[in-house]
């Protein structure tokens, strides 16, 4: 119980949100910034649950180069299954170089033992351009 514990916030203080080997979607918010989400916001994000979504560590850290890649490939090692939504995209604010990004992040975590465990959470997020593209650069929250 101690380990599945440890593990579950391993995960989600590691990777900031979590995935499915299962699948994962990301869904935008119609009403988000005046009515249109960035489409290379939403893609990097649906990159970022991709990338959880196959337990690919090195995946997650192309789009989040911040992350500890060693303690997420631990974390993941660990689990049989990592199952997130990302849904209710909306971009508070942003310009060219930077956006903050609110979502509402709905995950289930299937260890190798133990029990699967749900949450649902709002994070928001820190993005910043990299050459043409988004990548996470923080959570808030």
């Known amino acids: 119980m101690r380990t599945m514990r440890a593990l579950w916030l391993a995960a989600i203080a590691v990777a900031g949100l979590v995935a499915s080997g299962q699948g ?5 918010d119609a009403q988000a910034a005046g009515g249109q989400t960035d489409g290379a916001i939403r893609e990097v994000l649906r990159q970022y649950a991709d990338a959880l979504a196959h337990l690919d560590a090195d995946a997650v850290k192309k789009v ?35 956006a903050r990004v609110s979502c509402k992040v ?4 299937t260890p190798k033992a ?10 928001v997020m820190r993005l910043r351009r990299q050459v043409g593209s988004w990548i996470i650069e923080s959570f808030e929250r």
């Open 106 to 109: 709905n995950q289930t975590l």
């Open 24 to 28: 994962a979607a990301v869904r935008a």
């Open 64 to 98: 989040q180069p911040s992350i500890d890649v060693e303690n997420l490939r631990k974390a993941f090692r660990e689990m049989r299954a990592l199952n997130v939504t990302i849904g209710d995209v909306r971009v508070l604010a942003a310009d060219e170089a930077m």
């Open 114 to 123: 133990g029990s699967k465990q749900t949450t649902a959470v709002t994070r």
